[in-house]
């Protein structure tokens, strides 16, 4: 049986710590904690964990139930369904969703120095990073539901965004045990083509290594070129769930169909 927690006792975190899905959960967990509607942790009898935060749902777990887990989709029709693999599985059937299919990059280290740190701003200012990013992400959620939740959790620790040449961009999603996750990654449409985001990247996968810590991002198949051209390792792949729902723009925000 799923069911909502609001004590943090109820999560192992040694177990949530182990994959990508559960430390993105941690971060939600670490900057929200567990008292706002909008984010809400729940768990069944196997050790599974569901994080519903805005439109998107989170699976921690390999031993779902098939029943529970669709019933648990059909009463709140999340826009977005990730993480656990077992999980999407059992719910890839569920009528008005569809499968995307996207790749799991790990950022390698490039020989010889590309920019020097003082290039890139660590501070930038969030206006202007969404104005980069919206003409990256047409389909990037509205400004003041990304500000909240982006300034939100820089102030927490949880994230950090940065800027190189005021036109590129990327931030680090959450930095746990060690392991970073990459994402938002765009460049200004009259600066592309300049070598820019490859720069930036290499510059960070260079940084974050010699920081001890092992970064990954992921990206759709329409971008999986880019990454293996800059060098960085196909580490995994995996699916996740997004419903169709056309005639509903605020839904339509944060798809991953267009330029993740």
Same mark, same amino acid.
């Given at each position: 049986?799923? =069911?909502? %927690?609001?004590? #943090? $006792?109820?999560?192992?975190?040694? !177990? /949530?710590?182990?994959?990508? +899905? ?90 010889? =120095?590309? %920019?020097?740190? #003082? $290039?890139?701003?660590?501070?930038? !200012? /969030?206006?202007?990073?969404? +104005? ?96 293996? $051209?800059?060098?960085?390792?196909? !580490? ?25």
């Amino acid at each position: 049986m799923i =069911k909502h %927690i609001e004590k #943090e $006792e109820y999560l192992d975190r040694s !177990s /949530l710590i182990s994959s990508c +899905a559960g430390r993105r959960i941690l971060s939600y967990l670490d900057a929200y904690g567990m008292k706002y509607d909008f984010c809400r942790f729940y768990t069944d009898e196997h050790g599974g964990v569901i994080l519903l935060v805005n439109a998107t749902m989170l699976l921690y777990g390999d031993r779902f139930e098939k029943e529970e887990l669709e019933s648990f989709v059909h009463l709140y029709r999340p826009f977005r369904i990730e993480g656990s693999q077992q999980g999407i599985e059992l719910i890839s059937g569920t009528d008005g969703y569809r499968h995307l299919h996207r790749n799991v990059f790990r950022l390698t280290p490039h020989e010889g =120095k590309l %920019i020097d740190d #003082e $290039e890139v701003d660590m501070e930038p !200012s /969030l206006d202007d990073i969404y +104005a980069i990013l919206a003409e990256g992400f047409p389909n990037l959620l509205d400004y003041p539901m990304w500000l909240a939740d982006t300034s939100h959790r820089i102030r927490h620790g949880i994230s950090l965004v940065m800027c190189y040449q005021k036109t590129t961009t990327a931030s680090i999603v959450y930095d746990i045990n060690d392991h970073v996750l990459v994402g938002q990654v765009a460049t200004k449409t009259a600066s592309r083509g300049k070598g820019n985001a490859r720069r930036l990247l290499k510059w960070l996968a260079d940084k974050l290594q010699k920081d001890g810590k092992t970064a990954y991002l992921y990206a759709l198949d329409t971008r999986e070129s880019f990454y293996r $051209e800059i060098g960085f390792e196909l !580490s995994d792949c995996e699916y996740v769930l997004e419903r169709i729902d056309e005639k509903n723009e605020s839904a339509v925000k944060g798809t991953l169909t267009v330029n993740d």
